[in-house]
């Protein structure tokens, strides 16, 4: 794992370094290739997200229908998702070290692959999904608006969490909704559009809540996009 570059020099300076380090693979060690600390054969490998529920981004077989049967029973308050990739190998990895490990090269990285498979929607402005102000005093940064950071698009900062949750994991798909129900607020006026952004979906009831939130305060279209998809 390459060493971060110091805090303290500030991201222009940060930049500026990067150019003169060489590019070196985060999976493999190898060479980096095209502006990506990835290699040529790691980035042929990559797990990138298929054909999908346009509404969940749950991966379907070629031949079904573009929505879910889930969506389609029960549509969801966003019109529609997109993930980039799947959380297979080597981007479970990469997002585990760039969520828990402070690995901002991983973060960088995932950034530049979630813009060579866009939505294919215009997506600004971004509102990342938020951390609780505990949550990260406990991580150190927030890695949705870290994300929204890197991809350079502008982003809406109005949507906070009103109270802790406990973590997502180990829950089933209806604990996790009881666990955010009513979790996120907004301040300030919201966009009549907006793209949720957030590293992983698991069963989207993150996004969801956030969407109805969204929706509920005066959003005509919420969309997400997300780097990686649990299939
Ligand atoms: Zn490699
Ligand atoms: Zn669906």
Not at 71 to 85: F, G, I, K, N, Y
Request: with cysteine.
């Amino acid at each position: 794992m390459r060493l971060p570059l110091p805090s303290v020099l500030g991201e222009p300076l940060q930049a500026a370094f990067r150019l003169l380090l060489p590019l070196r693979c985060l999976v493999c060690s190898e060479r980096g290739h095209d502006t990506l600390d990835l290699c040529p054969a790691c980035l042929a490998e990559l797990p990138w997200a298929g054909r999908a529920c346009l509404r969940c981004a749950l991966p379907l077989p070629d031949e079904a229908l573009p929505i879910c049967g889930t969506c389609r029973d029960e549509p969801p308050a966003q019109t529609a998702t997109h993930a980039s990739l799947l959380y297979l190998p080597p981007v479970d990895q990469l997002l585990v070290r760039y969520k828990f490990h402070q690995d901002l090269a991983a973060g960088r990285l995932l950034a530049q692959l979630m813009l060579r498979n866009p939505p294919p929607w215009s997506c600004a402005p971004l509102v990342p999904v938020p951390l609780h102000r505990k949550r990260l005093r406990q991580r150190g940064y927030d890695q949705a608006a870290e994300l929204c950071r890197l991809l350079q698009l502008p982003t809406w900062r109005g949507l906070y969490r009103r109270r802790h949750t406990a973590p997502q994991s180990e829950r089933s798909a209806e604990q996790r909704r009881d666990n955010l129900f009513d979790a996120f607020d907004v301040r300030g006026t919201v966009p009549a559009r907006l793209t949720i952004v957030d590293d992983v979906m698991t069963t989207g009831s993150t996004v969801l809540e956030i969407a109805e939130t969204l929706r509920l305060v005066g959003a005509g279209e919420v969309r997400a996009w997300v780097c990686a998809r649990v299939p």
